[in-house]
């Protein structure tokens, strides 16, 4: 099972089976499950259930269902007993599942067949390269940059190599990493498309961090383990290293943070949620290649502009 293949996979029909299993005390199987969330008169196309099969599993394949013997899906333990899931909760349990490396391993190092995609191994290796690019260049879409960008930085027109393999996994890894907050859609009708702007997933993590200042390395470097497919984190160091003759971000290029790092930092900076500061004899980091200074301690404050 992977998160990208079969590519019907809906992140928000996922939360909404999840809350009505949570709240319901009936036993459903698959079909069960299909029947009531594509109900009969609805869709009568064929394939009309596709999205309703493809979604129960990806929810499996990343631990967030399960299915017993008898064919009774059921919430894993850990997601269960919760209610109704806000869709913060329910984000911050999709980052929890999709980004468990204890489960997946290094998706970059695996061979073909199901250990190349079992897990969210296939949506990983698709956001560690996703999150590589520029979020200030044109907005990521398939016809437009994506087959392009990967060819050039692979090396190879050979699409099996690549993070994301053909269109239709492409557009189900949209709806992933947004639901993620790994991803940020395009604001300009002129150039729609998909930007590696992590702001709410960082957002996330800053939540989890008590009040007060760190410095800028120990920042980021929590920022690495928490969210991995980010710039210092396994994920993306892996990618580079096995398939890249170097990091694609500019900001990377240019001795800075990466650059989806920076400018998500740079947006919760106006909004209230960190203070960057510089102190003299430490270590200091540009955000971005357009700063003038460096700084060396970001400070944490709960609250803000969400």
Do not use: Y
């Not at 079909?31 to 394939?47: H, I, M, S, W, Y």
């Not at 580079?240 to 694609?248: G, N, Q, Y």
Request: aromatic share 6%; charged share 25%; proline share 6%.
């Amino acid at each position: 099972m992977a998160v990208l293949n079969p590519p019907r996979s809906l992140p928000g029909l996922g939360r909404a089976v999840i809350s009505f299993l949570n709240t319901d005390r009936h036993s459903w199987t698959d079909d069960a499950l299909v029947e009531a969330f594509k109900p009969p008169g609805l869709n009568d196309d064929k394939t009309s259930a596709g999205g309703v099969q493809d979604t129960l599993s990806a929810f499996r394949a990343i631990g967030m269902l399960s299915r017993d013997k008898n064919g009774v899906i059921t919430v894993t333990e850990g997601e269960h007993s919760r209610g109704s899931l806000t869709q913060a909760q329910f984000r911050r349990a999709l980052q929890r599942r999709v980004l468990d490396l204890s489960r997946d391993g290094d998706p970059w190092n695996v061979t073909a067949g199901d250990a190349h995609t079992s897990g969210a191994r296939d949506l990983l290796r698709a956001l560690s390269w996703f999150l590589a690019q520029d979020p200030l260049g044109r907005p990521l879409s398939w016809l437009e940059n994506v087959q392009t960008l990967q060819q050039a930085q692979f090396r190879t027109s050979d699409k099996e190599t690549w993070a994301v393999t053909n269109d239709t996994r492409w557009h189900a890894f949209s709806r992933w990493a947004k639901a993620l907050g790994l991803a940020s859609p395009s604001l300009l009708r002129s150039a729609p498309g998909l930007v590696p702007l992590p702001v709410v997933a960082i957002d996330d993590v800053l939540d989890e961090l008590p009040d007060g200042r760190m410095t800028i390395v120990d920042f980021l470097a929590h920022l690495a383990v928490k969210l991995p497919v980010l710039h210092g984190g396994s994920v993306r160091t892996a990618l580079v290293d096995t398939w890249l003759a170097e990091d694609p971000d500019p900001g990377v290029s240019a001795d800075c943070a990466d650059s989806s790092v920076g400018q998500a930092l740079r947006i919760l900076e106006e909004r209230g949620r960190v203070v960057f500061s510089t102190l003299p004899d430490a270590t200091g980091i540009r955000l971005l290649p357009s700063d003038g200074n460096r700084h060396t301690h970001v400070t944490l404050a709960h609250g803000g502009e969400r």
